[in-house]
T-cell receptor, first 119, second 109 residues
Framework: EAGVTQFPSHSVIEKGQTVTLRCDPI?????LYWYRRVMGKEIKFLLH????????ESGMPNNRFLAERTGGTYSTLKVQPAELEDSGVYFC?????????????????FGAGSRLTVL | TQLLEQSPQFLSIQEGENLTVYCNSS?????LQWYRQEPGEGPVLLVT?????EVKKLKRLTFQFGDARKDSSLHITAAQPGDTGLYLC?????????FGAGTRLFVKA
C-alpha cells in the first residue's frame, strides 16, 4: 500500500508570507495527525483529525496555523503569516483505529516530512 | 507535562560494536514505543511495549522496559552501518504521542 505522502518536501519563504503544506494519508486511515520538530527539539504533537473532524488541536501554537481535512481524505496545514520561529520539519502521520488501542498503543505511520524554512 | 529524556544524545561507534541507549520518563508510560528515523524520512516504528519488565527482540535489537514502567533501554548487538539513524522513544497514551529528543547513532564501517 502507498505510504503517507507529504508535499512539498522543502519550502523556503520570507517572514510574513503564507505556506500551505499538504498530507495524503494511507487510504482508509481515519486518523490523521500533524507533528512538528523545530531545530534541536523533540517532535511535538500539533493536532489530530478523525475523518474530517478535529479531535484534538491542543498542540497548535497559535491562530496563524490552520489545519483542514475537507472530505476526510487529504489534509492541509496553512501558516499565515509565517514567522521565523515556525521553521522546522512538519510531519504528518496516519493510523487506523488500532485493535491495540485498548492497551493504549497507537500505531502511527509517518510521512517523510515537509521542511519549512522562514527567512 | 510528561518529559522523555534520552541518553546519550549522540553516539559514534565502529561497525561490530555493541551499544545501549536509554530513555527515562518523568511519569509512568502508558505504552512505550521506539522509532528509528533516517535522514530525509519520517520516524518508523520499531516496537511497542506495554508491560513492565517486558523484553522484546527484533533481530539484533533488544528492547527492555523497566519494571516500574518509567524507563527503557535499547541494546544493539554488532552494530552495522545500516543501523545509523535517530532513535526515538515515545509514549502513546490514547491518540497523542509524546516523543523524546532522540539519540543520534552513527555506525562507521
Amino acid at each position: 500500500e502507498a505510504g503517507v505522502t507529504q508535499f512539498p518536501s522543502h519550502s523556503v519563504i520570507e517572514k510574513g508570507q503564507t505556506v500551505t503544506l499538504r498530507c495524503d494519508p494511507i487510504s482508509g486511515h481515519d486518523n490523521l495527525y500533524w507533528y512538528r520538530r523545530v531545530m534541536g527539539k523533540e517532535i511535538k504533537f500539533l493536532l489530530h483529525f478523525v475523518k474530517e473532524s478535529k479531535q484534538d488541536e491542543s498542540g497548535m501554537p497559535n491562530n496563524r496555523f490552520l489545519a483542514e481535512r475537507t472530505g476526510g481524505t487529504y489534509s492541509t496545514l496553512k501558516v499565515q503569516p509565517a514567522e521565523l520561529e515556525d521553521s522546522g520539519v512538519y510531519f504528518c502521520a496516519s493510523s487506523q483505529v488500532p485493535k491495540e488501542l485498548h492497551s493504549g498503543a497507537n500505531v502511527l505511520t509517518f510521512g517523510a516530512g515537509s521542511r519549512l524554512t522562514v527567512l | 507535562t510528561q518529559l522523555l529524556e534520552q541518553s546519550p544524545q549522540f553516539l559514534s561507534i565502529q561497525e561490530g560494536e555493541n551499544l545501549t541507549v536509554y530513555c527515562n520518563s518523568s511519569s509512568v508510560f502508558s505504552s512505550l514505543q521506539w522509532y528509528r528515523q533516517e535522514p530525509g524520512e519520517g520516524p518508523v516504528l520499531l516496537v511497542t511495549v506495554v508491560t513492565g519488565g517486558e523484553v522484546k527482540k527484533l533481530k539484533r535489537l533488544t528492547f527492555q522496559f523497566g519494571d516500574a514502567r518509567k524507563d527503557s533501554s535499547l541494546h544493539i548487538t554488532a552494530a552495522q552501518p545500516g543501523d545509523t539513524g535517530l532513535y526515538l522513544c515515545a509514549d502513546t497514551g490514547g491518540f497523542k504521542t509524546i516523543f523524546g529528543a532522540g539519540t543520534r547513532l552513527f555506525v562507521k564501517a
